[in-house]
């Protein structure tokens, strides 16, 4: 069992930056492939960005609207994933979701995912 804590959101201005946490239970968090979705009002939720277990290489994987934009990156020893997210843009607002799955490599469907966060709403102003 994985429980997953996101933090990090909040309103900001459009072409600024926010950086999401997301911090992990359990021992075995450097076995899972982890994930960042959003949910916009109205709207399917919509994989971000992810990246593969470390021994599956630590690939990193990006929806191309985020794409020079958004980086993902995970810390193994504090059991920890993040979205640094620059130059954000109004169409970014979304409840920001972190997600764990077994398998080794980066699912694109939130179909693949064994472990959900709360989420934590991420606002951007025009």
């Known amino acids: 069992q994985v429980q997953l804590v996101e933090s990090g959101g909040g309103l900001v201005q459009a072409g600024g930056s926010l950086r999401l946490s997301c911090a992990a239970s359990g021992r075995t968090f450097s076995s899972y492939a982890m994930a960042w979705f959003r949910q916009a009002p109205g709207k399917e939720r919509e994989f971000v960005a992810g990246i593969n277990r470390n021994w599956s290489g630590g690939v990193t994987t990006y929806a191309d609207s985020v794409k020079g934009r958004f980086t993902i990156s995970r810390d193994n020893a504090k059991n920890t994933v993040y979205l640094q997210m620059n130059s954000l843009k109004p169409e970014d607002t979304a409840v920001y979701y972190c997600?764990?799955?077994?398998?080794?490599?980066?699912?694109?469907?939130?179909?693949?995912?064994?472990?959900w966060g709360q989420g934590t709403q991420v606002t951007v102003s025009s």
């Open positions: 997600a764990a799955t077994r398998l080794a490599s980066v699912q694109v469907g939130a179909a693949g995912y064994d472990y």
